[in-house]
């Protein structure tokens, strides 16, 4: 166990402490604590209705239709009622991306073969989020449009009289497990680097290969990671409102919430909102809370001192080739083609069937003639370069006394710096919105009136974290004695803080900040409901960010400056892309792979 360093108790270092704690109580505790508010009347029993929660579905799975010919096979995958879809699609998606996120890192960590590299390529490229774009890319490829998709298309050239899409809650959860499943990847890559090698290496010494040393060894090594991948892939899923506006399914929790910002915050009620925020809220912290519990107690002996020796590749045979190639190749393309289908859709004239039409610029042109969609883009900058300012401070102070300062309250900052992470957006928003325009009505802070403050605040709180744990983590690394030894001299806290400390922990602050920037841009769940208070695209002056517009885009009917609005909405996208992929190479620099994946974790 590390012995954090302390410092002397005084009004700086106190301050350290008492102003991020005083922010994350203000702008946190409080707006999540309000949700109760509006359970006072509301009647719980109609969570029990069949809309709710049902026992059977009301839709066949999987539809095979035969007409001239041709099979038409649409797989809906069930409707039981607005909780049990959302309770039953995370958990399928868990599945699913820990199936696959495990074995794609496994193959790519373990083992030596032609082609490693193409893998782990092809398996990092939906880390870069183009929200709702890649969605609607998913429905191209492999919905069942009434114009065709790709897959189908294929089928046909090949001679196959099949037609064959997802649809409803099933588009909904392959556009999850198709995004989700790199969360998986990354965190057991992490920690499959991080296992000493000798372990694996003895293993294989005394006999074991194949798929016994990987169920014997090295399962058990990687559990960890196995298990906060799946944890963070699970609350993905669970506040998920992308796929389930792109597939017009509303039968699932998060979309119920999203509709509440949509009709009823205009008008007053909400209380199946808040009932379903609250059930969200527990649905996401309780596994959180079990994975915390899991990781404090799991012990690992190295054999090793210092830093686990790397793993020399164990070559894989003919057998795993042939699932590599078959198996796993096949599922690492399918889930990179929707973000490859973003720029191809960013530079069609038109994609509506299942092939794109035609190559134009114009796309991006569009951005930067339309003035309601480039103040998405200006909106973002703006609120990124707030944002990012105010963490910068809010996450060093926090960050540097969970790691020098001893006082009663530092283990409630601790705790509380951490979790909005476990917190769905949606959650947070329906919080702030009922909170905030409950106490400050008619202010700058009621979201009726400036949505725009509420959302930069609404940013500040939940992506701090990852400035904070980046910034603990760099101090760590500091020596406490330069400190002290400062302190012997005269020094003062805020010059020891300013002169010393910050020349030495700037690397881990600005990968935080990085990262913290790079999420802000990204943020779907704040975005699309408290950014869709201040006016629509056809506004010049809306307060909405990138995501908000590009979610405009998708659901637009007709063209906007003569372009379709959903590749307008890819070229966005592209951009958006672009700055994650950029940001995240800054990051990566700044503070490597494994200390970039235990900030995220």
């Given at each position: 166990?590390?012995?954090?360093?302390?410092?002397?108790?005084?009004?700086?270092?106190?301050?350290?402490?008492v102003v991020p704690l005083s922010i994350l109580i203000m702008f946190f505790l409080a707006p999540i604590a309000s949700i109760t508010t509006g359970l006072l009347t509301f009647d719980?029993?109609?969570?029990?209705?069949?809309?709710?929660?049902?026992?059977?579905?009301?839709?066949?799975?999987?539809?095979?239709?035969?007409?001239?010919?041709?099979?038409?096979?649409?797989?809906?995958?069930?409707?039981?009622?607005?909780?049990?879809?959302?309770?039953?699609?995370?958990?399928?998606?868990?599945?699913?991306?820990?199936?696959?996120?495990?074995?794609?890192?496994?193959?790519?960590?373990?083992?030596?073969?032609?082609?490693?590299?193409?893998?782990?390529?092809?398996?990092?490229?939906?880390?870069?989020?183009?929200?709702?774009?890649?969605?609607?890319?998913?429905?191209?490829?492999?919905?069942?449009?009434?114009?065709?998709?790709?897959?189908?298309?294929?089928?046909?050239?090949?001679?196959?009289?099949?037609?064959?899409?997802?649809?409803?809650?099933?588009?909904?959860?392959?556009?999850?497990?198709?995004?989700?499943?790199?969360?998986?990847?990354?965190?057991?890559?992490?920690?499959?680097?991080?296992?000493?090698?000798?372990?694996?290496?003895?293993?294989?010494?005394?006999?074991?290969?194949?798929?016994?040393?990987?169920?014997?060894?090295?399962?058990?090594?990687?559990?960890?990671?196995?298990?906060?991948?799946?944890?963070?892939?699970?609350?993905?899923?669970?506040?998920?409102?992308?796929?389930?506006?792109?597939?017009?399914?509303?039968?699932?929790?998060?979309?119920?919430?999203?509709?509440?910002?949509?009709?009823?915050?205009?008008?007053?009620?909400?209380?199946?909102?808040?009932?379903?925020?609250?059930?969200?809220?527990?649905?996401?912290?309780?596994?959180?809370?079990?994975?915390?519990?899991?990781?404090?107690?799991?012990?690992?002996?190295?054999?090793?001192?210092?830093?686990?020796?790397?793993?020399?590749?164990?070559?894989?045979?003919?057998?795993?080739?042939?699932?590599?190639?078959?198996?796993?190749?096949?599922?690492?393309?399918?889930?990179?083609?929707?973000?490859?289908?973003?720029?191809?859709?960013?530079?069609?004239?038109?994609?509506?069937?299942?092939?794109?039409?035609?190559?134009?610029?114009?796309?991006?042109?569009?951005?930067?003639?339309?003035?309601?969609?480039?103040?998405?883009?200006?909106?973002?900058?703006?609120?990124?370069?707030?944002?990012?300012?105010?963490?910068?401070?809010?996450?060093?102070?926090?960050?540097?006394?969970?790691?020098?300062?001893?006082?009663?309250?530092?283990?409630?900052?601790?705790?509380?710096?951490?979790?909005?992470?476990?917190?769905?957006?949606?959650?947070?928003?329906?919080?702030?919105?009922?909170?905030?325009?409950?106490?400050?009505?008619?202010?700058?802070?009621?979201?009726?009136?400036?949505?725009?403050?509420?959302?930069?605040?609404a940013y500040i709180v939940r992506k701090m974290p990852f400035t904070v744990r980046s910034v603990f983590a760099g101090l760590l690394q500091i020596p406490s004695s330069v400190e002290?030894?400062?302190?012997?001299?005269?020094?003062?806290?805020?010059?020891?803080?300013?002169?010393?400390?910050?020349?030495?922990?700037?690397?881990?602050?600005?990968?935080?900040?990085?990262?913290?920037?790079?999420?802000?841009?990204?943020?779907?769940?704040?975005?699309?409901?408290?950014?869709?208070?201040?006016?629509?695209?056809?506004?010049?002056?809306?307060?909405?960010?990138?995501?908000?517009?590009?979610?405009?885009?998708?659901?637009?009917?007709?063209?906007?400056?003569?372009?379709?609005?959903?590749?307008?909405?890819?070229?966005?996208?592209?951009?958006?892309?672009?700055?994650?992929?950029?940001?995240?190479?800054?990051?990566?620099?700044?503070?490597?792979?494994?200390?970039?994946?235990?900030?995220?974790?």
């Open positions: 166990m590390i012995r954090k360093p302390l410092v002397r108790s005084d009004v700086a270092s106190m301050l350290f402490v719980w029993r109609l969570l029990l209705t069949p809309f709710y929660v049902g026992l059977s579905s009301v839709v066949s799975p999987i539809t095979v239709t035969h007409v001239g010919g041709e099979t038409l096979i649409a797989i809906r995958g069930f409707d039981m009622g607005v909780i049990t879809n959302s309770v039953l699609n995370a958990l399928i998606v868990t599945l699913a991306t820990t199936a696959i996120g495990t074995s794609v890192a496994i193959l790519v960590g373990l083992f030596d073969f032609p082609g490693r590299r193409l893998f782990a390529a092809l398996a990092m490229i939906p880390l870069l989020v183009a929200p709702f774009v890649n969605a609607y890319v998913v429905k191209l490829l492999y919905g069942f449009n009434l114009q065709g998709n790709t897959v189908s298309a294929v089928l046909e050239a090949l001679g196959l009289h099949v037609k064959i899409g997802v649809a409803g809650l099933a588009g909904v959860a392959l556009t999850q497990i198709l995004s989700f499943y790199t969360i998986v990847y990354v965190n057991v890559l992490a920690t499959l680097r991080a296992v000493d090698a000798t372990l694996i290496e003895q293993a294989v010494n005394l006999g074991s290969r194949g798929f016994k040393l990987v169920r014997s060894v090295v399962l058990p090594l990687i559990a960890p990671g196995v298990f906060t991948g799946a944890t963070l892939a699970y609350m993905l899923s669970l506040e998920d409102v992308g796929g389930p506006i792109v597939f017009s399914f509303r039968k699932v929790i998060s979309y119920q919430v999203y509709l509440f910002f949509r009709q009823y915050a205009l008008i007053g009620g909400g209380g199946s909102a808040a009932a379903l925020s609250l059930l969200m809220l527990l649905l996401a912290v309780i596994p959180m809370i079990f994975l915390r519990r899991y990781l404090s107690l799991r012990y690992y002996a190295m054999l090793t001192r210092g830093a686990p020796r790397p793993l020399r590749r164990i070559k894989l045979g003919w057998l795993g080739k042939v699932v590599a190639y078959l198996v796993v190749l096949p599922i690492l393309v399918a889930a990179a083609a929707p973000e490859i289908g973003i720029f191809v859709l960013a530079l069609c004239h038109r994609w509506v069937g299942p092939f794109p039409t035609g190559f134009t610029l114009n796309n991006y042109a569009v951005l930067f003639s339309e003035p309601g969609v480039f103040r998405g883009i200006e909106n973002s900058l703006i609120y990124v370069a707030i944002a990012a300012t105010a963490i910068a401070f809010l996450g060093f102070s926090a960050g540097y006394a969970i790691a020098r300062v001893r006082s009663v309250v530092t283990p409630a900052l601790d705790a509380l710096s951490i979790t909005p992470l476990a917190v769905p957006g949606l959650v947070m928003a329906f919080g702030y919105f009922v909170f905030l325009h409950g106490i400050a009505r008619g202010t700058p802070l009621d979201p009726l009136i400036s949505p725009a403050v509420v959302l930069v605040i002290e030894a400062a302190q012997c001299l005269g020094a003062r806290r805020l010059r020891i803080v300013k002169n010393i400390v910050l020349p030495l922990a700037w690397r881990s602050l600005a990968a935080g900040l990085l990262l913290s920037a790079v999420y802000i841009l990204s943020e779907v769940s704040l975005s699309v409901t408290i950014g869709a208070l201040g006016g629509d695209i056809t506004s010049p002056n809306h307060c909405g960010p990138i995501t908000f517009v590009m979610m405009s885009l998708i659901q637009s009917p007709s063209t906007i400056g003569g372009a379709q609005p959903q590749a307008v909405a890819a070229a966005m996208g592209t951009i958006l892309m672009l700055l994650e992929a950029l940001i995240l190479f800054a990051a990566l620099a700044k503070l490597g792979r494994r200390g970039i994946v235990s900030i995220a974790m």
